[in-house]
């Protein structure tokens, strides 16, 4: 056995040393990915003005589509990272320069400017694209086909990814929200640079993991073989593939409702506050990544025993039930939305969130680290990456859907010019304020007087608690919930906008016995005052609809994966079967002496 080969089959803890390098690698690029996720959405609908604080002041419809898009394009741009990766680079090139377009991708975000924001987020999609597809393939390239530690590779490969998930919604997150949205996004891009730093080292522990195939026959009988195409066990298998691939896009959207619709709802409707404090809405993006932690070992030996036991657990099987299971969680969505809306401007517990974060974690920890494994077991050889770069474009059509789901759950907001005077400014309650301040209460009970409160001539950005509703004439009517002397004389608003109203009112038959309650966002810009008005019940029963929604399809699609399960099981021709230790060592003499 030559040097190479020993420095290749070097293990630790039962593994090759070189899971570990691809371990560490995905952790870091994970911690980037997921660090800036968890604050992207804030910072896009995050109050527009000059320093570290500021947002891009977009509205939640347009910052859930911007989010659909980008994610899905990370994801799609996997298909062209696989075939960079198969036919020219190999996927160990593929992963160096994938990491070198994230670290600067996430640099330029770090820069306070638009043409930063768009050029970062272009770099991140073109470097995980060829990161992403590639690093997941040479973990399976790390055992033997039939190795019986695939599946629990893949499974350490996937905590790893949710070690870096976890940390980095808490550092990012709190760092991003408290001190700057772009200190935040330079934090992710430092670590994606650890991560790069790690995988030039690991070099040495991936000889012969990743390389460009070299086939040993010459140019003639390469074309031949090419033309042959696929065998009929490989075009099943093909089949099975592309089948999965739909219970992907089911899955993942409405998994990646976590970085979208259940941000914003974290931020707007969850009372967050724990003992004094209240939490950042993006620190929850590491509750996932925390049950992975906890719950992965769990999970994984629930499916052994089954094995052991003679049961049911192909992967097929897992990703049914993880879907199944992973709907469930908007069960409790759809229950924290029904408290939220029990009253008006009411919030929710925080264990709502929390259980359909669990319930999520277990879902994802059935369906998602299998798919990895399922696809290197399935794939012919020389489309490995081109397979597990349509399972990402599945993913990444799934982040679509998410941002679509999410852009129809909400309201659309009624924008209006107000006449917002002094006398009117402090003719408004304190108890009908919303102040968005960026530091929390309790920040500003600590530090006092050093902080200084805004009195009400001075408010540039607020919300006013109000009621609304249509006349006997079918006109629209604002009131603060205190007073009873009408705001339209103080509105200016166009047709468009004044018809949608009326005609939202109309629909929900709102009328001055049945007062709605909504949210008026006033925001002063260049001397002026806009604003925009969401209804309150209005939005919450969309939201209501869109978690049963959800919840519905997810079981649907689960359900009719289990009833098809035998006849697809039978289409992977033992792919799935486990071989023997006699049969792995044999096979690992024959490769020595060839």
């Not at 939640?60 to 298909?79: H, K």
């Not at 707007?268 to 049950?291: C, D, H, L, T, Y």
């Not at 897992?318 to 409790?332: E, H, R, S």
């Not at 006109?475 to 339209?488: A, D, Q, R, W, Y």
């Amino acid at each position: 056995m030559n040097a190479k080969t020993q420095t290749n089959t070097k293990e630790l803890f039962g593994h090759p040393v070189g899971l570990y390098i691809l371990f560490f690698t995905e952790m870091w690029e994970r911690f980037s990915y997921y660090g800036m996720r968890a604050i992207l959405v804030l910072y896009i609908i995050a109050e527009a003005k000059d320093g570290p604080t500021g947002g891009l002041g977009w509205s939640n419809e347009d910052a859930l589509a911007l989010y659909g898009w980008y994610t899905m394009m990370v994801y799609l741009m996997s298909i062209p990272g696989g075939l960079l990766a198969d036919r020219y680079l190999g996927q160990k090139k593929a992963v160096m320069l994938g990491g070198l377009l994230l670290c600067v991708g996430h640099g330029i975000l770090a820069i306070e400017a638009l043409w930063a924001f768009y050029t970062g987020l272009v770099l991140i999609v073109f470097g995980v694209g060829c990161l992403k597809p590639n690093i997941s393939t040479m973990v399976g390239g790390l055992y033997k086909q039939g190795d019986i530690r695939r599946d629990k590779g893949f499974t350490i490969f996937y905590i790893g990814i949710n070690v870096g998930a976890f940390l980095s919604s808490i550092i990012v997150g709190a760092i991003g929200e408290k001190v700057g949205w772009h200190y935040g996004f330079g934090l992710a891009g430092i670590g994606m640079l650890l991560g790069q730093l790690v995988f030039v080292y690991g070099q040495k522990y991936l000889k012969g993991v990743g390389e460009v195939v070299k086939e040993r026959v010459d140019t003639a009988k390469r074309m031949v073989d090419e033309k042959k195409g696929l065998t009929k066990i490989e075009k099943d298998r093909v089949v099975v593939l592309l089948l999965s691939f739909l219970i992907i896009i089911v899955f993942w959207g409405a998994f990646e409702q976590a970085g979208g619709l259940m941000n914003i709802y974290a931020k707007e409707k969850i009372n967050r506050v724990f003992m004094g404090v209240e939490i950042p809405a993006s620190v929850f993006q590491s509750v996932n990544a925390f049950f992975i932690m906890v719950f992965g070992t769990t999970v994984a030996a629930f499916w052994v025993r089954r094995r052991v036991k003679g049961k049911e657990e192909s992967a097929i099987f897992k990703m049914a039930i993880g879907t199944i299971i992973m709907g469930t969680g908007f069960l409790m969505m759809g229950a924290a939305s029904v408290e939220a809306g029990a009253e008006p401007f009411g919030d929710a517990a925080m264990y709502w969130l929390i259980l359909a974060y669990l319930l999520h974690t277990i879902g994802e920890l059935c369906t998602s680290p299998v798919s990895l494994s399922f696809i290197t077991k399935l794939a012919p050889v020389k489309y490995a990456s081109l397979m597990m770069g349509l399972y990402f474009a599945a993913t990444g059509l799934g982040n679509k859907v998410a941002g679509l789901i999410g852009e129809a759950s909400q309201s659309k907001p009624i924008k209006m010019e107000i006449l917002a005077d002094q006398a009117f400014l402090e003719s408004i309650s304190e108890k009908e304020v919303v102040q968005k301040d960026v530091f929390s209460e309790v920040i500003i009970d600590l530090l006092g007087d050093l902080v200084p409160k805004e009195g009400p001539s001075e408010r540039t950005n607020f919300e006013v608690r109000v009621n609304v509703y249509n006349d006997a004439q079918g006109k629209f009517v604002i009131h603060t919930l205190s007073g009873n002397e009408p705001l339209n004389a103080r509105i200016t608003m166009d047709k468009e906008n004044t018809e949608h109203l009326q005609e939202e009112l109309a629909d929900e038959e709102v009328t001055e016995s049945n007062k709605y309650h909504a949210k008026l966002a006033i925001e002063k810009k260049k001397g002026k005052y806009e604003g925009q008005i969401v209804i309150d019940e209005i939005q919450n029963d969309r939201e209501l609809i869109t978690f049963l929604s959800i919840f519905g399809i997810t079981v649907f699609f689960g359900i009719v994966l289990l009833a098809r399960l035998k006849k697809l099981k039978a289409m992977t021709h033992g792919a799935e079967d486990v071989k023997s230790a006699e049969e792995l060592a044999k096979e690992a003499i024959e490769s020595e002496v060839a």
